[in-house]
């Protein structure tokens, strides 16, 4: 395998194809792993490729490849160890993997989160919800789609499922008892950044029945307009979720900015909400596998998976140094440019507050 080349590690069969199809587009070299039969050997010494791109998913559990969650972070230090460039690489996976340690990154940086506890059996959940505003959600620490996430709205209905067993803790035997914020204009505002910088913004709006909030899955825009899965185009539920476009607050920006760097991510999501309570913003997700909106041209105005490819072909170069340079003549620069909000085809929220 040439050392030129983009391998994107990746579990789920269907999120990915967009990305494929755009690096078939531009004749890019690239190779797929799947991991749910992938295999390596710590004694190689020797990188395969130029860079590396973990797109592993936390809610692999979900369809039954739980392993491979844990299997990824032998790989990722592997992938490392060689001097591979790994685009969301351990660090990266590792707050992924962890919402607990995604409430410790948060509180690092000074930043706002709903107040929230970390336990590991299920006889610790009425302990933990002492000084908690109810209602609260009990949220595994492995999730992903919104999955391992239990709303109680008293207390007696939390020591109750504790004394049916009903309390879940996660793959990992870990879970978050969180206040349940409710989102002030009824939507969360999902942040997403490519290289550690703004990309886009969406306001997803929901009729508060589910937490699973995928962007690939929302149907239609704020106006009505049904949109195009490029994901998960046969598979997805009817999700009944709203989307548009938005610019967040410059304050805003910064702080999801601080919170990608400073944890190695590479690619992914910020997810925040203005809590209705008392109108302050709180951060309360931290996503290492972004999947884009769908139809994201007529969401955001451009599509985000040629932006990616831009991205993996230049850390590809930069990588490669004994390589040609990738010739596209529309593209004359391969580092995520600016994006203009002029003229996109969704009327925008401003600040979105």
């Not at 494929?20 to 797929?32: A, H, I, K, M, W």
């Not at 969301?88 to 948060?106: D, I, P, V, W, Y």
């Not at 209905?157 to 990992?172: C, F, R």
């Amino acid at each position: 395998m040439s050392t030129k080349t983009i391998a994107i590690y990746y579990e789920h069969p269907d999120w990915f194809r967009p990305l494929f199809t755009e690096l078939d587009r531009r004749g890019t070299p690239y190779v797929t792993l799947d991991a749910r039969q992938h295999v390596y050997d710590p004694s190689e010494t020797q990188p395969q490729y130029s860079v590396f791109f973990n797109r592993m998913s936390p809610s692999a559990y979900l369809r039954s490849e739980t392993p491979a969650i844990f299997y990824t972070l032998g790989l990722l230090a592997h992938q490392e160890s060689l001097g591979v460039r790994v685009v969301n690489g351990r660090q990266a996976f590792a707050m992924e993997t962890s919402k607990a340690l995604q409430l410790t990154h948060l509180q690092s940086l000074g930043l706002p989160y709903p107040r929230a506890r970390v336990i590991h059996h299920p006889q610790s959940v009425m302990q933990a919800a002492q000084g908690l505003r109810f209602p609260v959600v009990v949220k595994a620490n492995i999730g992903g789609s919104g999955a391992g996430i239990v709303r109680y709205d008293k207390p007696a209905d939390l020591e109750q499922a504790m004394a049916a067993g009903e309390i879940g803790l996660g793959v990992d035997g870990t879970a978050l008892v969180q206040e349940f914020v409710p989102a002030r204009n009824g939507h969360i505002t999902r942040v997403e950044t490519l290289g550690g910088k703004f990309l886009y913004a969406i306001n997803v709006y929901t009729n508060g029945d589910s937490f699973n909030l995928c962007p690939a899955d929302i149907c239609q825009t704020t106006e009505g307009v049904a949109l195009v899965r490029a994901a998960c185009a046969l598979d997805a539920p009817k999700s009944g979720m709203r989307v548009e476009g938005c610019m967040p607050p410059a304050s805003v920006v910064d702080a999801v900015e601080r919170m990608v760097q400073t944890a190695g991510i590479d690619v992914g999501g910020i997810e925040y909400m203005v809590d209705d309570r008392d109108g302050q913003i709180v951060y309360y997700d931290i996503n290492a596998l972004s999947n884009f909106v769908a139809d994201a041209p007529r969401v955001v105005g451009f599509d985000p998976f040629a932006r990616l490819a831009d991205y993996l072909e230049a850390e590809a170069q930069a990588n490669s140094p004994a390589a040609p340079a990738l010739q596209h003549p529309a593209r004359e620069e391969a580092r995520v440019p600016a994006i203009s909000w002029a003229g996109a085809p969704t009327a925008f929220a401003g600040d979105g507050q």
